[in-house]
Nanobody, 118 residues
Framework: QVQLVESGGGLVLAGGSLRLSCAVS????????VGWYRQRPGKQRELVAR???????FYLDSVKGRFTISRDNAKNTLYLQMNTLRPEDTAVYYC????????????WGQGTRVTVSS
């Protein structure tokens, strides 16, 4: 059974930083692309950042230069370093693994809430 557990969310002032972690178990983590998604209040869930098994990355335009996605295959853990946070980054952040086809999400974590106050 695949499980994803996010941590690291919280309340931070605008301009601050947070580091999210996603521990993955029950899956061959190193073989799959994984990503961070978020759902902002009143908005649809959106892909924030993605990293393939080979290390190629994708970022949502609004987070480029501020967020960095990384993975530690030895620890089966995905990270999202978020710097220069803005109030509009307030959301529930989810990690997800892919399978079958690129961007086809298969397993999801329960989410971690990030609140950025101005």
């Amino acid at each position: 059974q695949v499980q994803l557990v996010e941590s690291g969310g919280g309340l931070v002032l605008a301009g601050g930083s947070l580091r999210l972690s996603c521990a993955v178990s029950g899956s061959v983590f190193s073989l799959n692309a994984v990503g961070w998604y978020r759902q902002r209040p009143g908005k649809q869930r959106e892909l924030v950042a993605r990293i393939t098994s080979g290390g190629s990355t994708f970022y949502l335009d609004s987070v480029k230069g501020r967020f960095t996605i990384s993975r530690d295959n030895a620890k089966n853990t995905l990270y999202l370093q978020m710097n220069t946070l803005r109030p509009e980054d307030t959301a529930v952040y989810y990690c997800a693994t892919e399978g079958g086809a690129p961007y086809n999400t298969v397993h999801w974590g329960q989410g971690t809430r990030v609140t950025v106050s101005s």
